[in-house]
């Protein structure tokens, strides 16, 4: 497989809170390269291999108060969310939780959502075999 990439879809409002969190379009992607799913979101990253996927689904809308800024982990269900927009994203759910939200790796997510440019594009190229 070729490896992919995609652009977060910034809307005005997001971008001026994640600002301070040091999250810009220059700071934040997704590639899919050599079989793994690799985010960056800021100082936030996430990696996985694609086999860990186990579902991808285009989600939205999302509460600008619960996704603008920083990375945002649920107190849910500890999925993360990397929200650059509240219209829709990708959410991926993970075989085993991937660290994300602190450096550590104590924290583990199993789930992320990513609102890319190419919702349709991204969640395709994701989807498990």
């Known amino acids: 497989m070729a490896d992919q990439s995609f652009s977060f879809e910034f809307t005005r409002p997001y971008q001026l809170a994640a ?4 999250v810009f ?13 690799i985010v960056w979101f800021g100082p936030w990253q996430v990696e996985s291999s694609l086999d860990n996927i186990i ?32 219209d829709r994203g990708v959410c991926v759910l993970f075989d085993v939780p991937v660290p994300g939200i602190e450096p550590t790796g104590r924290v583990r997510h199993p789930n992320l959502t990513m609102t890319v440019s190419d919702c349709e594009g991204l969640a395709k190229a994701l989807k498990p075999a």
């Open 19 to 22: 600002a301070p969190f040091g």
């Open 25 to 37: 379009p220059s700071t934040t992607g997704v590639v899919i390269h050599a079989g793994r799913l």
């Open 55 to 86: 579902a991808v689904a285009i989600t939205g809308p999302y509460s600008f108060v619960r996704t603008a800024g920083s990375a945002r982990m649920s107190v849910a269900d500890r999925g993360l969310t990397l929200a650059t927009n509240g």
